[in-house]
Every structure is written in C-alpha cells, then in structure tokens.
C-alpha cells in the first residue's frame, strides 16, 4: 500500500468520524473519534458477513504504519509547537512552580512507584516481565494529554489557572518523561552506566541540550519574523523552525520535544508580542489550529483502530485493567504529595488534586513510546497494557470529568491563587 493511499484513508476516517461525533455523539472531538474508531475496530473482529476480509485490510495498512515513528518523529513536533504557541508565558509563569515539580518530580514519582507497582502485579499474574522493563513502562505512561481535557474543563467552567497547570505541565512532561524514557532504555540496552551521577548527566545533557536548541533556534525565527511583514512568508518560517529544530535536536541526541515547546513558547509570547501584525497572527494562528486539530483527529483514529494488530491474552488484558488502578495511585501520589507541601505557602483552587489525578490523561505518546520497544515477550505484553490504560483514561476519566470538575470547583472562579499565605504568617 502506498504512502498517498494510507494517507488518504486516515484522512478519510478522520472526516467522516468526526462528522458522525458532530452530527450524532457530540462528545469532544478526541473522545468521540477514538470511540468510533474503536467500536468500528471491535466489530471488524466480529464474524460479520459485510467486514469479510476488511479487517485484514486494516491491518495490513496499520502494520505498514510505524506508529512510533509517525508520531514521535513526525506528528509530535506539530502538536508540541502548536500548543506551546496558544500558552500565555505570563500565565505559566505565575505556575512555574507547581507546573516544574509536576513535569519533573512528579513525573519521576510516578514513573517509580508505577515501575515498582507493575512488577509485582505482574509478577502475580505470571508475566515475568524484568524490573528495568517495568520501569519503562512506568515512563511512558506517566505523560499526560491535555489535548482531550482542555475543552471539558473550557466547558465545565474550570478555573483559567488549573487550565494553566494542565496545559504546563502536560507540555512539559512530555519532554521529561521521554528523556527518563531514554535514560532507563539506554540502562536496560546497557548503553549506560546505571548510576546515579550517570543517570543524571544523561537526563541533564537530554534536557538542557533540549532547552538551548529551542532557545537558539527559536531566537533566530523571532529575529526573521521581526525584520519582515509577510504572513506567508512568516507562517512558513514557523513551520520550518517545528521540523528542523526538532529534527536537528534529535540528530544531536537531546530532547526534541523540549526544544519545540520551548521555540513555540518564545515564538507565541514574545514574537506574537514584538515581531507580528495583527494579519499575520490572525493567519498564523488559524494555520496552527488547524494542524493541530487535524493531526489530532488521525491520531485518535488511529488509536481506535490499533486494537486490530493487539496481541491480547487473558493475562494481559488482566493485567491491564489491573494497573489502571495502579496508574491512577501513583498518579495521586505524585501529584498529592507536592500539592501538600506547596499548600503551606499558596493557594490552590477546590478539588485541584482530584482534578489533576482524574484528569491526567494517557495518549497517543504512550502508545507510541510502547511501541517504540524491542520486538520480544516484554513488548506485546506492555503495548497491551499501555493501550488498556489509554483506552480508558480517553473514554471513562474524559467523559466524567466534566461532572468531576463542576462538583469540586461549582460555580466559584479561583480568587488570588497563588498569593502567599500571608495572614497566617503575620499573626
């Protein structure tokens, strides 16, 4: 099959799936997709007399797809950039705090206590999964997804800043949780040395490496950007500044998903601030909204459509619905215990920490990362799992976290969040 004719059938699922959601589900756009593409990919397995020989079709287009590389050499830098340039740096600022120790600490939290959790639970079960392969697992589930979150909190009338925090910190913990991907894989091939002073210089040159290219190459565009006024011409720039600095960060071996956000950040403050007419950010922004929306939509199809090529046992499937109570803890932990501290010395709006922990999302990056492992046991085992988890994180925490969030939060909107607790220091 031919990469015009995949293309044209993702593109052609994507339409008509989401004319259906539009027309008949009304659920999100991410969570309407998925579930149809789902639905269609269950009752291919059906003996049904009008999908004879279909499903083998599907399938044989999804094994030409490398699904690792298409979304993390390819789609991510897209939706990374795209999302950093819509993020007001004046209100991540104001959560730099809370959304750093969410994107770091808490991301190596959670990637310990699931790794640990995991191997014990799947020791249990039988599936004799290594230590070390527990532990990527924890990393490449840790990452959230804002992508199907942010409009049900739009609508749910959450508070701007606990938008903040989730936009932040789920830009940010995709970076981090792929380097500590990349670090614990590097362990487990016995590329590095598995001690501490190893792990962190490996896990410093990913992120700062990361930060310096966004920097450098982002700084370039803005000066572009600022010394022309052609919207064209300026969206064009933007769209090589995603590509190249993400494959020129990736050819460096650093992070490439820091590197973009933090380009995207610069470009969307400062160069949409500083280095752009009103006509080229109003064609700017369209042209990114739409990227961002339309390689959504063929992902979330094709997470739908990928149960087709699972290798799912009793075990495994077992499994996976056993660690999504798991996820969730480590989840409430990583998140709770910062949380905790941070109280003593600002405010948080009602119900942050349930909202967080039930609205942290798994997607399309951990299915990837899942697949991105070397052919063997451990590997079907864990892209089962994965997919178990994202599944239901997409479908049952995104459709209730409407109504989780306008319990905790109501009508009321955050009043001075992040004020010290002056009051009680003073008395």
């Known amino acids: 099959m031919r990469l015009f ?3 044209a ?19 999100p756009t991410a969570i309407g997709l998925m579930l149809i593409a789902l639905v269609m990919s269950l009752a291919m397995l059906l003996p049904l007399p009008f999908f004879d020989g279909f499903e083998h079709d599907v399938q044989r287009m999804l094994n030409v797809i490398d699904f690792e590389a298409t979304l993390l050499h390819g789609m991510l830098s897209f939706l990374l950039f795209a999302g950093a340039l819509h993020v007001n740096l004046y209100d991540l600022a104001k959560q730099k705090w809370v959304i750093g120790i969410l994107a770091t600490a808490s991301v190596v939290g959670a990637t310990l206590l699931i790794g640990g959790g995991a191997y014990l639970l799947f020791g249990l079960l039988g599936l004799q999964v290594p230590l070390i392969y527990c532990l990527l697992f924890g990393a490449l ?16 009338g959450a508070p701007k800043s606990l938008e903040t925090k989730i936009t932040g910190e789920s830009l940010f913990n995709d970076g ?3 380097v500590v991907f990349l670090v614990i894989e590097r362990i487990a091939s016995g590329g590095a040395e598995p001690s501490v002073i190893g792990v962190l210089a490996l896990f410093a040159s990913e992120a700062l490496g990361g930060l310096v290219i966004g920097l450098s190459f982002g700084g370039l565009a803005y000066l572009m950007l600022k010394r022309i006024d052609n919207y064209s011409v300026e969206v064009l720039i933007t769209l090589a500044l995603a590509t190249g600095g993400y494959a020129l960060a990736e050819h460096l071996h650093v992070s490439a998903p820091i590197a973009v956000v933090v380009a995207g950040l610069l470009i969307g403050n400062q160069g949409r601030a500083n280095a752009m007419s009103e006509r080229t950010i109003e064609h700017l922004d369209t042209f990114w909204e739409l990227i961002d929306e339309v390689l959504n939509a063929v992902l979330f199809v094709l997470i739908g459509l990928e149960v087709l090529v ?3 046992s009793g075990e495994v499937l077992l499994g996976g619905v056993l660690a999504i109570p798991l996820v969730l803890a480590a989840r409430l932990i990583s998140v709770g215990i910062p949380i905790g501290i941070m109280r003593r ?4 709006s009602p119900g942050v920490v349930a909202i967080l922990t039930w609205g942290g999302l798994r997607g399309g ?17 864990l892209v089962a799992v994965t997919y178990v988890i994202v599944v239901f994180s997409i479908l049952v925490q995104g459709l209730t976290l409407g109504p989780l969030v306008r319990r905790k939060v109501g009508p009321r909107q955050e009043a001075g969040e992040g004020a010290a607790v002056s009051d009680r220091a003073a008395q």
């Open 141 to 156: 589930i840790s990452p959230t997804d804002p992508i199907a979150v942010l409009g049900i909190l739009k609508s749910a």
């Open 310 to 312: 699972l290798s799912l």
């Open 5 to 7: 004719d995949i293309i």
């Open 345 to 348: 010395f600002r405010r948080f």
């Open 176 to 178: 981090v949780a792929v």
């Open 365 to 381: 990056i951990s299915v990837a990362l899942a697949l991105s492992l070397p052919d063997g046991d451990y590997r079907d085992t």
């Open 9 to 27: 059938i993702l593109i052609g699922l994507s339409a008509i799936f989401s004319w259906l959601n539009h027309r008949f589900l009304r659920l």
